[in-house]
């Protein structure tokens, strides 16, 4: 009976641990700081005045 509570003390154990540790794994510290300034981004993000012609789907009437 000891060796059947004694394994599933560890099989508990384990998978308690296991989450916790692969929780820990990534990168430590500050995020990366933006490459370019916002308003050089914001810039660069305005839509272009170009239309894109809407071809019609297949599934578009199931929408």
């Known amino acids: 009976m000891t060796k ?3 394994r599933m003390f ?3 154990l ?4 296991a989450p916790l540790v692969l929780a820990g794994c990534g990168r430590k510290g500050d995020l990366d700081p933006p ?3 916002v308003e050089q981004q914001n810039k660069l993000s305005t839509p272009s005045k170009q239309q894109v012609p809407d071809d019609p789907f297949v599934l578009d009437p199931l929408l």
């Open 4 to 6: 059947t509570f004694r």
């Open 10 to 12: 560890v099989v508990t």
């Open 14 to 17: 384990v998978l308690t641990a």
């Open 35 to 37: 490459s370019m300034p």
